[in-house]
């Protein structure tokens, strides 16, 4: 069974601060991608970033970067420099790619940017 | 290019009524999905394709039916309504793994919000 956990369900920062949130994962599949998908009340899911489960290096985009540790099946996302319109749902997920690209998502972690 | 929309953006059914869920993709893309969003519950896969006239069935199947006649199109159709299925629909779309490398992920559509009284 693939599962995707993530154990704050709601978390805030102030603004121009650093915040993590964490992920963990469980699969028995070596093929893989890791994601952070962002939600902000419009509800259209937007790609924060992404990981290739055989690379490790630890992937970027701008604010955003993740700390992947593959054995500890453990993916967490941190922004820097939080912005107020950082403020959404935030979601892990992952992908396997042995058939149909499925997606399995974690229930979502509410992050609030305070200025 | 559109992406990927979906229509109609909200419904409100009686239980017991059918109805079909529209999702179009003009990027090409092979594999499409749909996913039911409930509080609290993440996103649920319901039926995915992966081509055209190929469709399987996801984590939470019952009640619904998909058919993929076009690369473009992939309905979804709630086959008679209950309460339980009061949810937000996503349709997401995205290229086969291997196809194109820099493309690993699913392009979502806005979303369909189904109200079942």
């Known amino acids: 069974a693939q599962t995707v956990t993530q154990s704050q369900p709601e978390m805030s920062v102030q603004e121009a601060e650093t915040v993590t949130l964490s992920c963990t994962y469980d699969?028995?599949?070596?093929?893989?991608?890791l994601f952070w998908y962002k939600q902000p009340p419009s509800r259209q899911m937007i790609l924060v970033i992404r990981?290739?489960?055989?690379?490790?290096q630890n992937a970027t985009e701008n604010r955003f970067s993740v700390n992947f540790q593959k054995a500890a099946k453990s993916f967490s996302l941190k922004i820097s420099d939080s912005q107020l319109g950082d403020t959404a749902m935030y979601f892990c997920?992952?992908?396997?790619?042995?058939?149909?690209?499925?997606?399995?998502f974690g229930t979502g972690t509410s992050l609030t940017v305070i200025p | 290019n559109a992406g990927v929309t979906q229509t109609p953006k909200f419904q409100v059914l009686k239980t017991g009524q059918s109805m079909t869920l529209q999702c179009a993709q003009d990027?090409?893309?092979?594999?499409m999905s749909w996913y039911r969003q409930d509080p609290g519950m993440g996103l649920r896969l319901i039926h995915y394709?992966?081509?055209?006239?190929?469709?399987d069935q996801g984590e939470v199947p019952n009640g619904y039916n998909v058919s993929r006649s076009t690369t473009e199109d992939f309905p979804l159709r709630l086959l008679s309504a209950a309460p339980s299925q009061t949810s937000v629909y996503f349709c997401?779309?995205?290229?086969?793994?291997?196809?194109?490398?820099?493309?690993?992920?699913?392009?979502f559509g806005p979303g369909t919000r189904l109200l079942v009284l």
């Open positions: 997401a779309s995205s290229y086969r793994i291997g196809g194109e490398a820099t493309k690993e992920t699913q392009y």
């Open positions: 699969t028995s599949e070596n093929n893989y991608y």
């Open positions: 990981q290739e489960a055989y690379k490790q």
């Open positions: 997920a992952f992908m396997i790619t042995n058939t149909g690209n499925q997606f399995y």
């Open positions: 990027m090409n893309h092979e594999y």
């Open positions: 394709s992966v081509g055209a006239g190929i469709t």
